[in-house]
């Protein structure tokens, strides 16, 4: 007993520092994030000429578009570019997106800050959304005879889009969906950004499609994974895009999973063509997250930062250099 | 009985430093030796000596108490001695029996730091920071590795902390500081850190070079231009800083002055690449009578990589 009661002590009170020694307190060697001045020629020449095109309108410099692509949760790895495209001064004239890529780019395109975007994958588990997929029940599709009505995902565009029209955006923006009578790819440049951007999101074969004018559109990704199109349609000269693709990993164990999966492996397909069309192309290392994996948004969030932090001066050189093609040297 | 077993489920849990508390009491006098003549030889630099008498002395099985100091002299030693997964292998034994000891945790932090495993640094600087939050090496590691992993706001928010923790005394850190909000554009963050640092320190170059440079990132070239003159007075190579007006009197649109900043350069480097460069965009070179094909390949020879992309884009 009093062995116990000795041990108990130790676990509780155990000092944390049993053996201290000295704590060497040398500074973090020379490797610094930043330097006071340009390091190299090269840096030199992309900063400076980058001020001038971060700081002019068109037709000073080309007219940028940002294509963010349809993956579900991945897809809010576009905040995270958005974010680093931000910091670094990266114009933006125009935003096109498919599925979740249509969530995100419709808020920043609203006004909203990245800040506040990222903070929506902080909070997604709360949000609820993914209830509407978690809900969804294979037997319960066969019984009714209907497809299900997202609740969760038409609570959070309506309550974040409210009204809004394409017209009163801040930055215009177009977004991507099909008509499942007709296959056609429509993309929405006007009326009410709620309604289009619910289509956008919306899951064919699980969700029941968002009637609008006569169409009865699902998601845009089976048409268009990442909507360059819809970018040089706003009037782009210049477009990143920002791809959230998925891998194929496991063997789906049911067939609402298959079903993500085909959608998944078909944006794929659809993301080689698409990519070629791009001047400039970032890749998020999101591919082990799921559609439906929620709960990673904010993980996604952080890897569209880290990656587009790795990658951030390629493309700005890459957009110097069109600016240089499309001017002479002498004009610049 | 049952408190017993209850009791002996908790210590597994903390096994290790418990299980040394009690049963490695006492000294071995010969390894107590043997360590002081590690710590001698450590204390003069003979790393490569130091590493042979602990090797020896772990062998021996001392008591915990001295195994846990002969690591710390073990890794630092494999570090002096360049050996880095060596030391990363001894600080993450030390760690895995010591969880909580800050040496080991920070040495751990940066190895990992300085071989740009940032993630993993930035996970200890954290626990770190759980034990102390004011250890001001982990506010200032944590603050880097963010930076590096382009979290800048994160970054920002640790740097913040630092500078705090030095009473903003530190002028290197306040240089790294606005650094930090000039890559975030905060423009007048930047200039009212380099204002505090200009009354402690005028004569540092380093403040107006970052004052031009959060001029430029905001296009106001003017402002940018006299504080690289101010620069380059103090400054001891001059040639960056005059390469940098060269070019932005080019962006003005004023070919004399562009041209003089480009002739100061080329006075002591005539084959200086990047100054043709500009000199080219500025219609100089062109004037001449060689074809500009011409031009521009001598200008490509020995051009660095970004230089050489623009180049051979001008010449299609």
Redesign the interface.
Known sequence: MKISIFCIFLVFFQPLQLFPGNADLKTIGDIRPFSVFFETDDELFREVLWSKIANSKPPERPKIGIALSGGGARGFAHAGVLEVLNYSGFPVDFVSGTSMGAVVGGLYSLGMSVEDIRKFSKKTASLRVSRDFRGIKFISLLISDKLLSPTYITQFIETNFGNAEFESLKKPFACVAMDLKTGEKIIFREGPVAAAVRASVNLPGIFAPVEYRHRYLVDGGVVDFIPVDAAKLLGAEWILSSVTEGEVRDIPDNVFMALLQVIDIRGAMLAKAAEKESDFIVKPNVKDIKVADFERCEEAGERGIMETARIINKAKESLIIYWFAKKSAEKL | MR??VL??L??I??FS??F???FGSGSDAESETMLQKAQENFASGECAKTVEIILALLDKKPP??LK??AY?YLG?CYERLNLTDRALGVYQLANTL?P????FL??LA?LY??AGFFEKSKDLFHALLA?NPENL?AN??LA?AY???????R?KEFYGASVKLTGYKDKSLL??YS??L????DFDGVIRQMKTLQIMDPDDG?IY??FS?AY????NYEKALDYLTL?ESIAGDKR??R??KA??W??LGNREKCLAETNKILKENPADN?VLFVK??A?FE?RKAKPEAEVLNKILENA????A??IE??K?
């Open positions: 408190i017993f009791t002996c908790l210590l849990g903390n430093c418990v040394s508390f009690i915990s108490a846990i100091q710390k630092q010591c909580d000891n800050e040496v920070l040495s940066k730091y300085s034990l090496e200032i590691g880097r930076a590096f992993l382009g979290f800048l706001s970054a240089k790294e650094l930090c000039l890559k975030q554009r380093d070079l970052i440079r430029i990132d905001s296009g620069g960056r800083i390469l940098s070019l932005i080019h962006l990047s080219y965009l219609g062109k660095t990589p970004f230089v992309e623009m884009r001008l299609k």
